[in-house]
């Protein structure tokens, strides 16, 4: 057995935030800054909606220094809004997301937290520890991102807490659950910091033997919502990626993404070759990254030419599923009207021995940072 994708002993003390309970919905703490204007980092809290079970749905925005601002709900952990300015000034938001809560009830493409299990199982199954554990069939006879109730469509309960802007997001999924077993705790933080990072940490603990992999399914568009995402320049440090077949589980093997439409390595237009994946209509494919074993590191980076906006992406995870919103049809966004950078661990694990291991275990914690970092030509 492959050992849990743990975060170094040193990254994980630099990472965690420390925890204090606050009591109030408002909180500011003033940054030191060099301009005559002195801005204020904060956190504020506000009802975004209600639950048709009458549950209140509330809303926690994080500002930096520079104005940044990043929005998440207590909905799936979503996160509804990332704002901030381009190499012009002016602010959009990078992240396709609802004002309202409604369109999140239905199937509204959101910034949520996919789990127990992002991406597939093959015929919902999977044997562990001598049993065969049945997942729920959501997708044809697979299963995709944790069923039909999976995280991104249950209330989480949020707290604020800490030095700088973050929130922190708990749920317990019960033993059962879309047929997994033990009770998972899972915990997730955002935080923002004043080098326009949102940082994402993960964390679960288990009561028996069961299976975790977490992500996010933001769809980014560094051009603001509206246009399509194909003039974006991606680089993925990935020489390979899991090959699949024609449901987009993996058979096993790996193959290289030199001469492909797959080979990010150097700086592409996302539009570049898309035109040549005639099954799949562009993107939905998982890379194995570089360097796994070597913590939080740099694993890709897009740039958007008009707005001069860039986004880098830093995680723990071995593997980045890339999607292009390929089944988009204009109702609310056009065909590839985003791209998606889902940081786990590649699909269908646990019927593959021979890929990095998602089991986690009483006494273990399981643990996954990924980071967005954020920047402008004008920087």
């Known amino acids: 057995m492959q ?20 009591t109030t919905a408002n909180f500011s703490f003033r940054i030191a800054a060099a301009q005559p204007q002195v801005l204020e980092s904060s956190v504020t809290q506000a009802q975004f909606g209600q639950m048709p079970d009458g549950a209140a749905i509330q809303i ?16 799936g952990a979503t996160i509804t809004e990332i704002s901030l300015p381009d190499s012009s000034g002016k602010t959009q938001n990078v992240v396709l997301g609802a004002e309202t809560l409604e369109p999140y ?10 789990g127990r299990y992002a991406n597939r199982i093959r015929n919902a199954k999977f044997e562990l ?20 109730v999976n995280f991104a469509k249950v209330k989480w309960n949020a707290v604020v807490e800490g030095r700088i802007p973050s929130v922190t997001f708990r749920y317990r999924s019960p033993a059962g659950e879309e047929g997994y077993p033990g009770n998972l705790d899972v915990t997730v933080n955002y935080s923002l910091d004043d080098s326009n990072q949102l940082k994402i940490h993960y964390s679960a603990t288990t009561d028996e033997a069961t299976v975790v992999n977490l992500t996010n399914h933001a769809y980014f568009n560094l051009a603001g919502p509206g246009g399509d995402v194909l003039d974006h320049e991606l680089q ?3 020489q390979q990626t899991t090959l699949a077949d024609a449901e987009l589980i993996p058979t096993g093997a790996t193959a290289a993404v030199a001469g492909t439409p797959l080979d990010f390595r150097k700086p592409v237009r996302i ?19 570089d360097n796994p074993d070597s913590g939080l590191r740099l694993v890709a980076r897009v740039r958007e030419p008009k707005t001069g906006r860039v986004m880098e992406c830093f995680t723990t995870e071995p593997g ?44 273990q ?11 402008h030509g004008a920087d």
Request: proline share 7%.
């Open 3 to 22: 050992p849990l994708n743990r975060v170094p002993a040193a990254l994980f003390h630099a990472c965690c935030i420390s925890l204090c309970s606050l």
């Open 60 to 75: 926690f925005t994080l500002r930096n220094s520079h104005g940044m601002r990043v929005s998440v709900i207590e909905f």
């Open 105 to 114: 009830l239905t199937r509204f493409p959101a910034a949520s937290v996919i």
């Open 129 to 148: 520890d001598g049993a065969t554990v049945h997942v729920t069939q959501n997708s044809g006879n697979n299963h995709i991102h944790g069923g039909k």
């Open 236 to 238: 993925i440090n990935a």
């Open 271 to 289: 539009g570049e070759r898309i035109g040549q994946l005639t099954e799949t209509k562009g993107y939905d494919h998982n890379f194995v990254l």
């Open 320 to 363: 980045l599923q890339l999607y292009t919103a390929n089944g988009f049809s204009g109702n609310p966004f056009p065909r590839h009207g985003g791209f998606c950078l889902e940081t786990q661990h590649y699909p269908d694990s646990p019927n593959h021995p021979e890929f990095p291991s998602t089991i986690v275990r009483p006494g």
């Open 365 to 375: 914690t399981w643990e996954s940072i990924t980071n967005f970092r954020f920047s």
